[in-house]
């Protein structure tokens, strides 16, 4: 398994004040049906986290 360097992992809420997106932490919801990976998350989680590289393909997805 590679390791990936903490500073790398960016949390993609922060971004929410600075510009019109918004998060919706699928993971954290079980019951969800783009929830993949239901016990990835806790369900009290408020913060999606990504690797720097996936933030790019993201935004130019949601635009």
């Not at 809420?13 to 997106?21: Q, R, T, V």
């Not at 720097?52 to 949601?62: E, P, S, V």
Request: glycine share 2%.
């Amino acid at each position: 398994m590679q390791k990936i360097d903490t500073k790398a992992i960016i949390p993609l809420n922060s971004f929410s004040e600075d510009f019109p997106i918004e998060v919706d932490v699928v993971y954290a919801k079980p019951e969800h049906p783009d929830n993949h990976f239901p016990k990835l998350y806790s369900p009290d989680a408020q913060i999606m986290w990504a690797h720097k590289d996936i933030w790019g393909t993201c935004t130019q997805r949601a635009s």
